[in-house]
C-alpha cells in the first residue's frame, strides 16, 4: 500500500471517496498558535505530510459551550474564502442568538482559539473550520466570583445541546468543545439533565468533550467531564509527558497544555481532522467503536504516547494527531463502499 497519503487516495476508486464537498484541499500557510504543544502532539507533521490531502476542517462546524464569545474580536471577525469564521452564535442563559458574554464572564472569547484560529498567520489545529459560540454560563475561569455547578448550570448547558442537536444538519457541526469544569473530584457521571442531549450527540455521531479541571490532583475530573457520553480529557506538562492537573481513571485522554481547558481545544480540533481523514480514506471505523466519536477517541488512545503516571499508577494515552491519521490512512481494510452507503454520521442523522 503507497505511504504517501496523496498517492493512497489515488488508489482508491473514485466512488469510494468522500472529499467532504470540496474540490480542492486548501494549503497550510501559516505559524502554529502553540509551538510547542503542536510539536509535541506531531500536528505540524501532519500538516506536512497531509497538505493538500486534507482540509484542516474546512466545511465543519465547531460548537464552543462556554460563558459567551465576543464576536467582535479581530480573530472571529475573519472571513475565509468560503465564508465567515462564524457562521452562527445562541445564548441559552437569555434564549436569542447573541452570545456576547455579560461581565464577568470572559473565558469563551479565546478558548476557541488552540481549535480554530486562522488570524495573521496564527493557526489553530483545525484552523479552516467555522464556529458556532453558545453562552451556556454565566462565567468560566478564574475571574469568577461564583464556580460552576451541576445544580445551577446544568439546565442552561443543556439548552445550548439542545440548540446544537436542533442546528447540527444546517450548520454541519461535527464537533462541541463543552468548555466548563466545577471543579470538583467526581469518580462517576452526575446524574443531571444535560444526559439526555449528551446521549443523543453520541448517536448522532458528533464528537463532545470536557476538560478534566486544573487542581493538581489524582483522585477525581471535573464535571461534566465526568459524564458517560462526554470524552474527559486531561493534560501532559507542554514539552513533556509528564501527567499534570486533574486526572482520574475517568478521563480518556491526555493533551498538552497548562491548562485542560487548552487541552480540550486541541482534541476538538484534531477530532475535527480525524473525522475527515475517516471519511475520505473510507476507513471501517465501526471496527474500533459503536459512534463515530468513539471510535476516533479509540484511534486516539491506541495511536497515543503513552505516559505512565506514578503518582496515580496508571496509563494514559497523549495524543499524537499524526499517528493517528497514519493509522486511518495505511490502514490495510477500508470501506469501499458506494458514497451513499458510508456518510458522514452528522450529516446524515435524521433530526430528533
Not at 468513539?294 to 499508577?313: C, L, N, R, W
Request: charged residues 20%; aromatic residues 8%; neutral net charge.
Amino acid at each position: 500500500m503507497p505511504s504517501n497519503p496523496a498517492k493512497l487516495l489515488a488508489t482508491l476508486p473514485l466512488a469510494g471517496v468522500i472529499l467532504l464537498g470540496f474540490e480542492e484541499s486548501p494549503k497550510v500557510s501559516g505559524e502554529p498558535v502553540s509551538p510547542v504543544e503542536f510539536k509535541q502532539m506531531r500536528i505540524t507533521e501532519a500538516w506536512a505530510k497531509y497538505d493538500g490531502v486534507l482540509t484542516w476542517g474546512k466545511g465543519q462546524c465547531l460548537a464552543i459551550l462556554d460563558d459567551g464569545c465576543d464576536l467582535k474580536a479581530p480573530e472571529w471577525q475573519v472571513s475565509l474564502p468560503w465564508g465567515k469564521k462564524v457562521v452562527a452564535g445562541y445564548d441559552s442563559i437569555d434564549r436569542d442568538d447573541d452570545p456576547t458574554p455579560v461581565p464577568p464572564g470572559y473565558h469563551g472569547t479565546s478558548v476557541g482559539f488552540p481549535s480554530s484560529l486562522n488570524y495573521q498567520g496564527k493557526l489553530g489545529v483545525a484552523f479552516n473550520n467555522q464556529i458556532a459560540p453558545i453562552r451556556a454560563l454565566r462565567c468560566v475561569g478564574g475571574r469568577c466570583k461564583e464556580r460552576v455547578t451541576p445544580e445551577r448550570d446544568a439546565e442552561s448547558l443543556a439548552a445550548g445541546l439542545r440548540w446544537v442537536i436542533d442546528n447540527h444538519a444546517r450548520y454541519n457541526i461535527t464537533a462541541v468543545n463543552l468548555s466548563p469544569g466545577d471543579g470538583q473530584r467526581h469518580q462517576q457521571p452526575v446524574p443531571t439533565v444535560i444526559d439526555k442531549p449528551l446521549k443523543r450527540l453520541k448517536k448522532l455521531g458528533i464528537w463532545v468533550s470536557s476538560p478534566c479541571g486544573n487542581a493538581m490532583q489524582v483522585e477525581g475530573i471535573s464535571w461534566p467531564a465526568c459524564q458517560r457520553d462526554v470524552f474527559g480529557v486531561g493534560a501532559t506538562k507542554p514539552g513533556e509527558d509528564i501527567a499534570h492537573l486533574s486526572r482520574y481513571r475517568n478521563a480518556d485522554i491526555l493533551v498538552p497544555a497548562l491548562y485542560t481547558s487548552s487541552s480540550n481545544a486541541f482534541i476538538a480540533g484534531a477530532a475535527m481532522v480525524l473525522r475527515e481523514a475517516i471519511m475520505t480514506s473510507q476507513y471501517r471505523w465501526k471496527n474500533d467503536g459503536h459512534t463515530l466519536p468513539e471510535a476516533m477517541m479509540s484511534i486516539f488512545q491506541k495511536t497515543g504516547a503513552k505516559v505512565e503516571d506514578p503518582e496515580s499508577h496508571l496509563t494514559f494515552s497523549r495524543l499524537d494527531l499524526l499517528a493517528a491519521l497514519d493509522y486511518v490512512y495505511l490502514a490495510k481494510e477500508r470501506t469501499l463502499l458506494p458514497v451513499e452507503a458510508a456518510q458522514d454520521p452528522a450529516r446524515t442523522a435524521k433530526q430528533p
